[in-house]
């Protein structure tokens, strides 16, 4: 941040510790040079605390006294961590077939040999082998469980739109110009204050606040329509 002569954006994936020492340390840097934390983290019911928030329930708590502009990504909702349907949650799934069809031999072999837990030291020859054969074949029934890709997608400045081509990650600029159909999401300004246990009570207002929380369209078919999208964005990765 400091060699940066730009603002910059924080995505957060799991523990906040990092981020949170970070504005304990240098507060008047975080406040300067932070344009805003894309948080992947937290539950949107009063009591719960989700998977991530436990990871340090304390780091939580000081991020959302830091006073840094925070996009929040709940991770669960009224019904938990893995529902596909409720308008604050950014939870989906798709099988790795889904998502990674039609790559080519380099990629299959990363995504096959990172996904596959394996502990092998030799690994451009376990990257070889992993893009392909039974491993390969076994690998793509696995359902993967997805959060945090919205807040990526939003933070680079795209959307989910409908295209001749199929759901794709567009930027914000091309949907105006060619009245594309969107999936329909939006970063609502809330209220929001931790509790010492590091619960967060929070609600929608139109009142001058640093806190946004994610909302979308309900339905499975974001799921659908997610899935669709990131495979596209895979394929464009260079061989």
């Known amino acids: 941040l400091t060699a940066s002569d730009e603002r910059m954006a924080i995505s957060v994936v799991g523990s906040t510790r990092i981020l949170a020492a970070a504005c304990l340390q240098a507060p008047d840097l975080m406040r300067t040079k932070v344009s805003g934390v894309w948080l992947n983290a937290g539950s949107t019911v009063a009591g719960e605390l989700e998977w991530n928030v436990t990871l340090d329930s304390s780091a939580y708590r000081v991020l959302w006294q830091s006073g840094l502009p925070i996009n929040w990504f709940p991770c669960a909702t009224e019904n938990g961590a893995f529902d596909p349907e409720p308008e604050r949650g950014t939870h989906w799934s798709a099988t790795h077939g889904e998502l990674l069809a039609g790559l080519g031999s380099p990629w299959r072999g990363w995504f096959g040999y990172g996904l596959s837990g394996s502990d092998r ?45 199929g759901w794709r990650f567009v930027p914000e600029s091309e949907i105006v110009a060619d009245h594309a159909e969107t999936w329909p999401w939006r970063l609502d300004q809330i209220a929001a204050k931790p509790r010492d246990d590091a619960h967060v009570d929070w609600h929608k207002t139109n009142e001058a606040s640093p806190h946004r929380i994610f909302g979308r369209q309900s339905g499975s078919d974001y799921g659908r329509a997610m899935a669709e999208a990131l495979n596209a964005r895979l394929l464009t990765l260079p061989e």
Do not use: I, K, P, Y
């Open 121 to 165: 030291v030799d690994v451009e020859q376990a990257m070889e082998e992993s893009g392909q054969g039974e491993s390969w074949d076994s690998l793509m029934d696995t359902r993967r469980n997805l959060w945090s890709t919205a807040s990526l997608v939003m933070a680079a400045g795209r959307c989910l739109a409908r295209t001749a081509e």
